[in-house]
């Protein structure tokens, strides 16, 4: 397996346009993270998945955000409309949870988000 | 929710020295404690993990203990090379996983 697919790997975007975050887990990996990285505020959970449906999005800022998973192999993180707090580098990790039992996550290599 | 403290928040060692850090973690459901070491422009890579019916754990020159009771784990490096050098996080998962700071680890040649 190729691990984690993240895409864009940059993106450079203005004030007030929308921006989509793209990530793609582990094959037969049934839960899905999304992370947010800044010198600030360290790793913060914004969203997670299992099984496709959202459990917890607590972490995530505002409603500007907004995540979804339409199948086992694809999650999106869009913004709308971003500002330049925006800014940081956006994690997507995935991993197997079988019953009690948890497995390690597995992170891609991130998006580096730059709203100017 | 889960809360995580990690120290120290940098950690300079000469090559050769142990490093050690800690972390603490508020939700005793927490059953899950990985460890991962980030090196810069790339996403967290895991190096070692921890279940909660485990006290200890080795993995060559890399050790995880797990006290439940007072919800404390720390992650141990032995005879640190400079190739240590980087950010490590804890992190403590029941059904979500948060991360603690992070600890820049710098060995000095």
């Known amino acids: 397996d190729a691990g984690v697919i993240q895409s864009p790997r940059h993106e450079v975007t203005e004030m007030g346009q929308e921006v989509t975050l793209r990530c793609k887990p582990i094959?037969?990996?049934?839960?899905l993270f999304w992370y947010r990285q800044t010198m600030m505020r360290g790793l913060e959970l914004l969203i997670y998945?299992?099984?496709?449906?959202?459990?917890?999005d607590s972490g995530m800022p505002e409603d500007r955000f907004s995540a979804k998973m339409p199948n086992a192999s694809f999650s999106t993180l869009k913004i709308q409309p971003s500002e330049p707090r925006d800014s940081a580098v956006y994690f997507c990790?995935?991993?197997?949870?079988?019953?009690?039992?948890?497995?390690?996550?597995?992170f891609g290599q991130g998006t580096r988000l730059t709203v100017v | 929710g889960e809360n995580v403290e990690q120290h120290p928040s940098t950690l300079s060692v000469q090559e050769g020295d142990s490093a050690v850090i800690k972390c603490t973690y508020s939700?005793?459901?927490?059953?899950?404690f990985p460890w991962y070491k980030q090196e810069l422009g790339k996403g967290p890579q895991l190096i070692i993990d921890?279940?909660?019916?485990?006290g200890e754990k080795k993995d060559q020159r890399i050790a995880v203990t797990l006290n439940k009771t007072a919800k404390h784990f720390s992650l141990h490096i032995t005879e640190t090379q400079p190739e240590d050098s980087a950010v490590y996080f804890c992190a403590a998962k029941n059904n979500d996983m948060r991360f603690g700071a992070g600890t820049r680890l710098t060995v000095k040649p």
């Open positions: 921890i279940r909660s019916n485990v």
């Open positions: 094959s037969g990996h049934n839960s």
């Open positions: 998945f299992n099984n496709n449906v959202p459990i917890d």
């Open positions: 990790a995935s991993s197997l949870v079988a019953g009690a039992s948890n497995t390690e996550a597995f």
């Open positions: 939700d005793s459901a927490s059953n899950y």
